[in-house]
């Protein structure tokens, strides 16, 4: 299937009279004829649905949509994609252990890492994506478990080498995990770069209505735990909790990571997705090979009549030529970045201010990639607990204005902005 069908009918084929569109099971718990029916599953020796809190069957529909789209072997949802990153890094890394990620990521992500992972013990160094192949090299130390990403940096719209950070990784027996929230799988794959884990805030382009916050982890199935078995304990020796039983070996290169991460993370911190989010975020896939292009389609058309009106300061976007991650952005995502610009105004953060007042289509939110265009000020909401050294080194200095443009009639949106401006 192209990427278009499976955004439609991946991950559910129903059956002689079943309903066509994938049932939403409201139920936290599922009946079984036996106790020994049930305690198979309790034991990961036969697979099937106990509990809501670890899994459910709409939300794995979905999962196993996205984990299609994405080129994976086997996908879970999450309530959120600050879930999914933490999972993500969690189920491979723990206390004592390091972590080495672009310094460019999404503000929630990086207070995750820095702040809160750190008090679990986890080290972190942060990498100038763009910094040489000597700085990454020494960034690396014998307990680094993972390397860590974004395809498109929100906001500083720095475009990942993820070929590099993969091919770095690997040549230290560790797995490069990609948040790919911003390109989604209708742009960029990851996994065909060599990312071995995708993360997604689904709340984004992926439900793309402002409907739900949720997220997604894919597993692309490639990375041999076994062949750096004393680097990932928790997926090549026993776990306790499970009887014993050793999640590379049961589940394989394809299974394992998924397994493992619902079978302990999701059954300890029951970060799972309502099913009722999953059945809307899985509304929002089937139209997004059709909304992304037109997302790009506008955000190209803002961006350059930004860059060419005289009281812009500066434009980021990786779809301008001219743009520093212009090359970068065709060879990995040929068809298109996203939908997401930064700019600047000659009258710096004060302008910025008086500049956003006076928007009427464009909506002041903290949010970004939907359908709606909306606008924030990332130094004054969700950069806000960041130092001004630290606004820097992620590329989102006080005047960065960040702009999602949205599926509306571009015209509309040009003219909200020169209104705006004037
Ligand atoms: C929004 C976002 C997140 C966090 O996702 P939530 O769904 O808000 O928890 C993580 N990564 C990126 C790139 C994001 O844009």
């Known amino acids: 299937m192209e990427r278009e069908t499976m955004c439609i009918q991946a991950g559910y084929s129903p059956k002689n009279g079943e309903s066509r569109m994938i049932p939403i099971i409201q139920s936290t718990t599922f009946k079984y004829d036996t106790s020994e029916d049930m305690g198979?599953?309790?034991?990961?020796?036969?697979?099937?649905?106990?509990?809501?809190?670890?899994?459910?069957p709409t939300n794995d529909m979905v999962a196993a949509k996205l984990a299609a789209l994405e080129g994976g072997t086997a996908g879970m949802l999450t309530s959120s994609g600050q879930a999914a990153n933490f999972f993500s890094v969690f189920n491979?890394?723990?206390?004592?252990?390091?972590?080495?990620?672009?310094?460019?990521?999404?503000?929630?992500?990086?207070?995750?890492?820095?702040?809160?992972?750190?008090?679990?013990g986890i080290e972190f160094t942060f990498v100038d994506p763009d910094c040489?192949?000597?700085?990454?090299?020494?960034?690396?130390?014998?307990?680094?478990?993972?390397?860590f990403g974004e395809t498109i940096a929100n906001p500083a719209l720095v475009v990942f080498d993820i070929e590099r950070f993969a091919k770095a990784a690997h040549a230290h027996g560790v797995p490069l995990i990609v948040d790919n929230t911003f390109a989604t799988p209708i742009n960029c794959r990851p996994i065909e770069w060599g990312a071995d884990i995708v993360t997604h805030s689904t709340t984004k382009y992926l439900d793309g209505h402002d409907a739900t916050v949720g997220g997604a982890i894919?597993?692309?199935?490639?990375?041999?735990?076994?062949?750096?078995?004393?680097?990932?304990?928790?997926?090549t020796t026993p776990d306790a909790s499970y009887h014993g039983i050793t999640y590379a070996e049961k589940f394989g290169l394809g299974g394992a990571f998924i397994t493992k991460c619902t079978a302990q993370l999701m059954r300890?911190?029951?970060?799972?997705?309502?099913?009722?989010?999953?059945?809307?975020?899985?509304?929002?896939?089937?139209?997004?090979?059709?909304?992304?292009?037109r997302h790009c389609e506008n955000a190209q058309k803002v961006a350059e009549y930004l860059s060419g009106h005289d009281k812009v300061a500066w434009?980021?976007?990786?779809?301008?030529?001219?743009?520093?991650?212009?090359?970068r952005a065709k060879k990995y995502?040929?068809?298109?970045?996203?939908?997401?610009?930064?700019?600047?105004?000659?009258?710096?953060?004060?302008?910025?201010?008086?500049?956003?007042?006076?928007?009427?289509?464009?909506?002041?939110?903290t949010h970004v990639a939907d359908a709606h265009t909306c606008i924030l000020h990332p130094a004054n909401s969700t950069h806000r607990q960041l130092t001004d050294e630290e606004l820097i080194a992620g590329g989102v200095g006080p005047d960065l204005i960040r702009l999602s443009v949205g599926i509306e009639n571009v015209n509309d949106i040009i003219a909200d902005i020169e209104q705006a401006l004037a």
Not at 319 to 326: E, F, I, M, S
């Open 268 to 293: 300890d911190f029951g970060s799972i997705q309502a099913p009722m989010n999953a059945f809307l975020l899985n509304l929002g896939i089937e139209s997004l090979a059709v909304r992304v292009p």
């Open 218 to 235: 894919i597993d692309g199935g490639k990375f041999d735990w076994m062949a750096h078995a004393d680097k990932f304990p928790g997926l």
């Open 92 to 120: 491979i890394a723990t206390c004592g252990d390091h972590i080495v990620s672009a310094s460019t990521i999404y503000g929630g992500t990086f207070n995750l890492f820095n702040v809160t992972m750190r008090k679990m």
């Open 132 to 147: 040489s192949d000597e700085e990454l090299e020494k960034a690396f130390r014998p307990n680094t478990k993972a390397v």
């Open 315 to 327: 434009v980021t976007y990786p779809g301008l030529p001219g743009d520093k991650y212009y090359e």
């Open 40 to 56: 198979k599953l309790f034991d990961l020796e036969a697979s099937g649905y106990f509990y809501t809190r670890l899994q459910n």
């Open 333 to 365: 995502m040929p068809n298109g970045t996203c939908g997401v610009i930064s700019f600047g105004l000659k009258g710096g953060r004060s302008a910025a201010e008086a500049f956003m007042k006076k928007l009427k289509v464009a909506m002041i939110a």
